[in-house]
């Protein structure tokens, strides 16, 4: 079968008999709801474009001149009187063809449609034809027109005489039935003689129960009476037949059969699944119902009386939507004011046929979901289903769970604070432990030139008093004093030269440490502070046995915060110090600087270090991350770095390394920062 009929929004399953020779379709309310394979082959559709059709556009176009005695069949069938009428209809080439139709209702408590059998008689009018025009020459006989009668009933048919002979009967009949053609032959058989063949071959499923001779009386007591009859028999293939029986005066039988196989499983399917729609609705957890186009109560479930408290005594098939709402309304549940004013409100907005979904809490404290949907077929609205969930419990969670996030944000921004705080405090303790440090370094570089100045004083010292003692002695020469000077020159010299570097040393100190205690924002060339902040740091350099170099143009200038940066190259060289070189002599590392256009510089940090892993590439700049906690890193000194290049100078940061082929840090800044921070640092 092709398309579906639904049953109260449910699909219908395909159910026709895929053998039929006739086109059989479904049709309620005017519409197709199902159709089998012949229709498609009898009329040239496709199942989509004949169940999108009506029975007029199925018709040839002078029968829709006359569409109105198609309604009048319609309506008697519908009032249960099978209908069977000719009719020319219409393939999908625009060509016509004769057909008999009949209209048979299939209908239960809910709902009525009518079977539509289409059957081409296109050859059998030919033959009537044909046979009118030979009448015209020589009359048939009158057994040649009961043949042609015979061969094109709808159907397999028979005619039993008095003597119970089957006298007459079209071939129908013998293939519908499977009939032995050999038992047809020659004189006409007993109808006794067709029981007995068929009861030999198991047929009469109807009388299983029975012996074949109790089997074979019951069937000639039917044929041997003058009333009527109107059974359906079960054949051997699981064929259903519907036999009929009609007395003829003077005795015998007139009978005919209908292959009502797809008839009867239609409404066997139909009933099957009007019995699991109700299953599925009485076991649904949320109320339901569906009104039609009227705002009628057509479906509902159990549920829908329990969420709501109906009475079941006011729920039935028909009720108006509004004789609900006035239950409802009259027990309070839509609040205080004129019922009818309530009732008005709601049956208007109801009217418009519109999807909604909202949360109403009912006088009983019980919260229901309600969600609505108009239904609409072709195009054309239907009715509206509506579904009524209570959600009291789910909203009970809800507010439990809000309460419990509030907590949760609670808890988390108390913990930020104090992680804020702790982070704060270490980073402080950081900048302190960089500055004796840097004490420290700068300590150990004044050493050196104070302590060769200290060495040359004593020196010059002791010379002099050996020249003043020759002086007293009276026995000075001219070369002595010639050799004092030059001695003395020299020293001072020497002096002098280790006391302006100490003095270089103090100024560099001075400034770095004036700087890193603050972050005022000032002028400065990217050439010295860097060469500043490495004079403060050569004796831990050293230590490392590295080599550092400086490529800076001398002519670029910032507008910025020197403190900051400082602390940046700080980081940079003790992050160097202590994860680069590891194992790896002649460590070696290089600070540049080149302009790009005429705002931003790039400054690089460069190492040929061991690089550093793929899988930490990413992680560098977190706080608290580091390969060498508990060997001296803490975890902050590059979170540091990213921070005040990010935020303070306005600018950014980048890595790129490679294991055992160096890293370079990557910054790029403008040359005037965009904060404007002239305050102490915290």
Known sequence: MSGKVEVSGVALYRSMVEQALDAVLVLEDGVFRDSNPAATAMFGWSAEQILASTFMQLSAASQREVSHAFEVYMGLAMQGQPQRFEWLCCRADGSSFA??????????????????????????????????????????????????????????????????????????????????????????????????????????????????????????????????????????????IEVRGVPVEGGGFVTTCMDVTAKRRIEIEFRKQSLFLKAVLAHMPQGLSVFDDQLKLYLWNQGFLDVLDYHPDTIYQGVAFEDLLRIMAERGEYGEGDIEELIATRLQLALQFQAHEFERTRPNAHTHLVQGKPIHENGKLQGFVTTYTDITELKKVQTALSKANALLEQNIAERTTELRHTQDDLMRSEKLAAMGALVASVAHELNTPIGNSLLTASTLHARTR?????????????????????????????????????????????????????????????????????????????????????????????????????????????????????????????????????????????????????????????????????????????????????????????????????????????????????????
């Open 99 to 240: 057909s008999e139709v009949s209209l048979c209702l299939l209908a239960d408590d809910a709902r009525k449609m009518l079977i539509v059998t289409v059957r081409d008689i296109t050859a059998y009018k030919k033959t009537e034809k044909n046979t009118e025009q030979n009448t015209e020459r020589s009359a048939y006989s009158k057994s040649e027109k009961l043949r042609v009668l015979l061969e094109n009933f709808p159907g397999g048919v028979s005619l039993i005489d008095e003597n119970l002979r089957v006298v007459a009967w079209n071939s129908e009949l013998l293939r519908m039935l499977d009939l032995p053609a050999a038992l047809f032959e020659g004189a006409p058989p007993l109808a006794r003689e067709v029981f007995e063949a068929n009861i030999r071959r198991g047929e009469y499923g109807e009388f299983s129960s029975a012996s074949d001779e109790e089997k074979l009386a019951k069937l000639m007591a039917i044929i041997q009476s003058d009333t009527p009859y109107n059974y359906e028999r079960l054949r051997s293939d699981g064929s259903i």
């Open 466 to 682: 050996e020249f003043a003692q020759k002086i007293s002695d009276g026995n000075i020469r001219r070369s002595d004093l010639a050799a004092y000077l030059q001695a003395a020159q020299h020293a001072s010299e020497l002096i002098e030269h280790g006391l302006n570097n100490a003095a270089d040393l103090v100024a560099s100190f001075k400034q770095v440490a004036v700087d890193q205690a603050s972050s005022k924002r000032r002028r400065f060339h990217l050439n010295k502070v860097c060469h500043d902040v490495i004079a403060t740091m050569m004796a831990k350099i050293r230590q490392a046995g590295l080599q550092i170099s400086v490529d800076i143009p001398e002519h670029i200038e910032l507008d910025s915060f020197p403190g900051p940066l400082d602390q940046v190259i700080c980081n940079l060289i003790d992050n160097a110090i202590l994860h680069a070189f590891e194992g790896k002599p002649d460590g070696q590392i290089w600070i540049s600087a080149t302009m790009l256009g005429q705002d931003r510089v790039e400054l690089r940090f460069d190492d040929n270090g061991v690089g550093i892993p793929a899988e930490n590439l990413g992680r560098v700049f977190d706080p608290f991350f580091t390969t060498k906690l508990g060997q001296g890193g803490t975890g902050l000194g590059m979170n540091i770095v990213y921070n005040i290049v990010n935020s303070l100078l306005g600018g950014d940061i980048r890595i790129e390394s490679e294991e055992g082929a160096g890293t370079g840090f990557i910054m790029q800044i403008p040359l005037i920062a965009t904060v404007n921070n002239t305050g102490p640092a915290d």
